[in-house]
């Protein structure tokens, strides 16, 4: 009896949980949006905790999606990372992407870098390393100027694919960032063995700063960590000015959040970095 109460439970729960991505009329018109040119990328300043100079954006993907105006990518991400458009839309953002940040270091008179979220589902892609290359090639960027961002996870379910990803990005000179650090797997080990570039502090440990003394004593051991390692950090989810002084103080070096602006549609990103004026 308990066997079954619990396949039931299973079922329940499976049917429950997996609905959202089987919802084939959000499916019908993400395939429909695609043709229709529906994605588009923002735009988010990243900004030097010191000198509040923007040195580089986070490329954040958008589905303006008709007669519902924009979908989160929340909520398309996952259902993309299940029916696997996410491979189509993934290499298209980068791409897009490689090639806006070499507009906007025009913009700037200054090199800029770019950021670029990888799923799980286009890291373990066969065809990734290529894609990279068409995206490096198409823009004439530099490795150092790309950072592509992956998370905790991918790196601890198949840890002899990710060296070889990680070791063919690294010959690139593209960087790797930790996405959500400290959100996944608690393991730090992989911080020995792969060649990691950046830590991105998640927002859950930056919001209730400085009041949370918890908060700021995770803060200040991963900004430690990062230091002693050599990796650069960038806390998420910056808000407010006793936030940014706070990591400032604890020697976090760059920032990114509403205080460092909204994510941008490309012009107006442009008209930010020509007007020249720090944050
Ligand atoms: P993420 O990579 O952690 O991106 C940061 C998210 O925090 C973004 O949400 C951004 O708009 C939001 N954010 C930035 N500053 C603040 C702040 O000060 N306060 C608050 N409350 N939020 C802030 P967004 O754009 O909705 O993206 C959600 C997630 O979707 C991203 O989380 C990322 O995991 C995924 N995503 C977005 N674009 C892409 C993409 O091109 N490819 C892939 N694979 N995933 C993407
Ligand atoms: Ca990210
Ligand atoms: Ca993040
Ligand atoms: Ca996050």
Redesign the pocket.
């Known amino acids: 009896a308990k066997e079954t109460g619990k396949a039931r439970c299973v079922v329940y729960n499976h049917q429950k949980f997996t609905a959202p991505e089987h919802d084939v009329s959000m499916e019908a018109a993400m395939f429909q949006g695609v043709r229709d040119g529906e994605f588009l990328m923002h735009y988010?300043p990243i900004v030097d905790a010191r000198t509040r100079q923007i040195v580089g954006f986070?490329?954040?993907?958008r589905w303006v999606r008709a007669g519902q105006g924009m979908v989160?990518?929340?909520q398309f991400?996952p259902m993309a990372e299940s029916n696997g458009l996410?491979n189509l839309l993934?290499a298209w953002?980068l791409k897009a992407a490689c090639v806006q940040v070499r507009r906007f270091e025009e913009a700037a008179g200054r090199p800029l870098y770019i950021s670029v979220?990888?799923?799980p589902r286009?890291f373990r892609n066969d065809q990734f390393i290529d894609i990279l290359d068409e995206a490096m090639r198409l823009s004439g960027l530099a490795g150092q100027q790309l950072l592509l961002?992956i998370t905790e996870g991918i790196l601890m379910s198949d840890p002899e694919h990710a060296e070889s990803v990680l070791h063919a990005m690294a010959s690139r000179d593209v960087r790797i960032a930790i996405?959500?650090f400290g959100t996944g797997y608690s393991s730090l080990a992989y911080l020995k063995r792969f060649p990691i570039a950046t830590l991105k502090i998640d927002?859950a440990f930056i919001k209730d700063l400085p009041t949370s003394v918890k908060d700021a004593a995770i803060c200040n051991v991963v900004l430690s960590l990062a230091s002693h390692l050599n990796l650069t950090t960038v806390a998420?989810?910056?808000?407010n000015e006793a936030q940014l002084n706070f990591l400032a103080a604890q020697g976090c070096g760059m920032i990114?959040?509403?205080l460092t602006g909204r994510?941008l549609m490309p012009e107006d990103a442009m008209e930010l970095l020509k007007s020249g004026q720090p944050m």
């Open positions: 988010q986070e490329a954040l993907m989160s990518p929340a991400i996410i993934g953002a979220n990888v799923s286009q961002e996405d959500d927002r998420e989810g910056v808000e990114q959040g509403y994510p």
